[in-house]
């Protein structure tokens, strides 16, 4: 059998916001990893040692993103969010942002699997 120390996974070791995230993303990717892999080793003893490479991306630093996530009025979610889900010709937008679970992955995975619905259903019809 094959014990957990062999698999390879992937852990997203530190999510931040407002302040923290500008003061995190001003640093060095590798200071960022260090910074998260301490954080990390105070709930998981073994994390330092099972640590191979790290990713980070500091989303308000994004061209044309400008933050990570949306966050709706209620206005905009009770007028826009309707629109936004619905396709235009043969454009479908799927993202966190049009979910209701805004700012996590999961958000853009089911809004992708809507989408998904959606073009079943017209390609059905055909």
């Known amino acids: 059998s094959t014990g957990w120390q062999s698999q390879k996974g992937v852990l997203l070791g530190f999510y931040n916001f407002g302040g923290q995230a500008a003061r995190i993303s001003a640093m060095k990717p590798a200071d960022r990893a260090a910074f ?30 400008l933050g990570g996530w949306a966050e709706w009025s209620e206005t905009g979610r009770k007028e826009a969010y309707p629109v936004l889900c619905e396709p235009d010709g043969r454009l479908y937008l799927a993202g966190e942002h049009l979910s209701y679970l805004g700012g996590w992955q999961a958000g853009a995975i089911e809004s ?15």
């Open 36 to 65: 998260a892999v301490a954080a990390g080793q105070k709930i998981f003893p073994e994390y330092a040692e099972n640590y191979e490479s790290a990713f980070s991306f500091a989303w308000h630093l994004a061209e044309f993103n």
């Open 112 to 126: 992708a699997w809507q989408q998904i619905a959606k073009i079943h259903a017209r390609v059905q019809q055909a």
